[in-house]
Each structure stands twice: as structure tokens, then as C-alpha cells.
């Protein structure tokens, strides 16, 4: 690792961010925020996005996530020519990093492909027919040449009401194997993780679940539960895990592959 670089914590996600830390002199004008630029690297072109703080003082810091591309957050009187000198620096890392995302979405059209519980359902578009999957083929109430944002917008309130219904269902009965009682079992829209366990007994789970197959969705219930009993990563804690899911490495390594699926969606 060079001198005054560092890594972030990675999200669930597997993206990371780096920040170079040095002072930057503030003698220069400030530069207009959001400008993209890019650089030649081996051959390798790096297109990247630049946003500004004035709160930001002393790093400039770069983040590769599937939403967004290559990001640098810098201060605002950073020169345009430092902030490439720290980009071309980590270069190497860069193009790792952008080797691991996932590819962008399919178009949403009829006949796409979108995951359920570790298959892929093939999709249809009817007005006047109630949103169901059936035999493989889920079918959306919305018109054939309705926009895409609309097919969207419909995709994702059928997948929220299929999680609203399943995930909690799978949460309560593995808590009653289990003995133990969660203050509250909630369904949120959370980027980076599958789910989490608060200190008041909460738990938290990400509407994605449903596109994971059941037995991934059941690992991340009994992982979250046992946090009930566990409030850290002990062997104590992954004692518990395996007396409830003997299989509970190759349950993760499901969930692992569904990943990608978390991050597009």
C-alpha cells in the first residue's frame, strides 16, 4: 500500500472506496462539481466522475460501484490535475475493482428474464391481469408498450409484496425452532446488506431476499436470529449458526452468488 493511501471498509456489496490523504493547497479556484473526465492508463481508458466539497479537506477519496462507475469525491480546491495524478496512482486498482461488477441489467421488455427465489421467470406484460407468477412466467398488469421506468415501477411493487409476505413468514418460524423472540421483523430497501440485527432486538432484512433461492433466504434468518443470543462474530456465534444449518457455508456461498442481483436491482 503506498505511503498515505488507505482502504475503506468493503460493504456487502464487494465495492471499497480508497482515500489519499495530503493536504491540499487552497490557493487554486474552486472547479465546477460533477465533471467527468478520464485518463489512458496501459492501453486502458478510465472514465470517472468528479464531485466537489468544500467540507471535504484533506483526501480524495475514490469509490467503483455499479450504480455509479468510478467516483472521486475531492475537496473543492483540488486541481483538476491532482485529482487525476491520485486516479492514475491507483489506476491498477481501479480496473480490478471495475473487473468485478456485475453486468448491467437486461432491458425490461416481454420475454426478459427477472430472478425469483434462484430461478428466472420469464416475463409478461397484460393490462387488466392480476400480477402473478405461475408455471415460470410472471405477468405484470401493464401495457406491452409501456415505458420501461413503468415496467420497472410495477416489477419492483410486486417484488416488495412478495417479500412483505415471505420474508417475515420464513423469520417467525425459525425463530420458533429457535426459542428466540425478535422485538420486530422488518422489510427494508438497504443497498449493502442482506440484513442486520439492532441492539433493541430489530431485525432488518432487504426486500432482495426474494430473488435468492429459500435455502439463502433461511441462512440469513438463522444468521440474524442467532445474533439474538450473539451479539458479535464468536466461534460461540457460529456455533449457534451450524446447530440450526449444519450446511450453513454452502447456504452463504448461494447467497454469494446472488450478490450481483443486489447490487443491480
Keep these: 500500500m503506498p505511503a498515505g493511501v488507505r482502504d475503506l471498509p468493503e460493504g456487502h456489496d464487494q465495492t471499497a472506496a480508497i482515500a489519499y490523504t495530503r493536504a491540499v493547497p487552497r490557493t487554486t479556484r474552486p472547479e465546477a462539481a460533477g465533471e467527468q473526465a478520464r485518463i489512458e492508463v496501459d492501453g486502458a481508458t478510465i472514465a470517472y466522475s468528479v464531485v466537489r466539497s468544500r467540507r471535504r479537506r484533506k483526501t480524495i477519496e475514490i469509490s467503483v460501484r455499479p450504480a455509479e462507475g468510478v467516483r472521486v469525491s475531492a475537496p473543492a480546491f483540488a486541481s483538476r490535475a491532482e485529482v487525476a495524478a491520485v486516479v492514475a496512482k491507483r489506476a491498477h486498482w481501479i480496473?480490478?475493482?471495475?473487473?468485478?461488477?456485475?453486468?448491467?441489467?437486461?432491458?425490461?421488455?416481454?420475454?426478459?428474464?427477472?430472478?425469483?427465489?434462484?430461478?428466472?421467470?420469464t416475463l409478461l406484460l397484460e393490462p387488466g391481469v392480476e400480477p402473478r407468477a405461475l408455471d415460470g412466467v410472471l405477468r405484470l398488469m401493464v401495457e406491452p408498450g409501456a415505458a420501461e421506468a413503468a415496467v420497472a415501477a410495477e416489477l419492483r411493487t410486486w417484488y416488495l409484496g412478495r417479500a412483505n409476505d415471505l420474508i417475515p413468514a420464513v423469520v417467525r418460524a425459525w425463530a420458533e425452532r429457535m426459542g428466540v423472540t425478535p422485538r420486530a421483523v422488518l422489510v427494508r430497501d438497504q443497498r449493502r446488506r442482506w440484513g442486520s440485527c439492532?441492539?433493541?432486538?430489530?431485525?432488518?432484512?432487504?426486500?432482495?431476499?426474494?430473488?435468492?433461492?429459500?435455502?439463502?433466504?433461511?441462512?440469513?434468518?438463522?444468521?440474524?436470529?442467532?445474533?439474538?443470543?450473539?451479539?458479535?462474530?464468536?466461534?460461540?456465534?457460529?456455533?449457534?449458526?451450524?446447530?440450526?444449518?449444519?450446511?450453513?457455508t454452502e447456504r452463504r456461498r448461494l447467497l454469494r452468488d446472488g450478490e450481483s442481483a443486489l447490487l443491480r436491482a
Design 95 to 121: 480496473l480490478a475493482r471495475l473487473a468485478t461488477l456485475p453486468p448491467p441489467s437486461p432491458a425490461l421488455t416481454p420475454g426478459s428474464s427477472v430472478p425469483f427465489r434462484g430461478e428466472q421467470l
Design 198 to 248: 439492532a441492539a433493541d432486538g430489530t431485525l432488518r432484512f432487504n426486500w432482495r431476499l426474494v430473488f435468492v433461492p429459500p435455502k439463502a433466504a433461511e441462512y440469513v434468518a438463522v444468521h440474524e436470529l442467532a445474533h439474538l443470543r450473539h451479539h458479535d462474530h464468536s466461534p460461540a456465534f457460529w456455533g449457534e449458526v451450524a446447530r440450526w444449518l449444519p450446511d450453513w
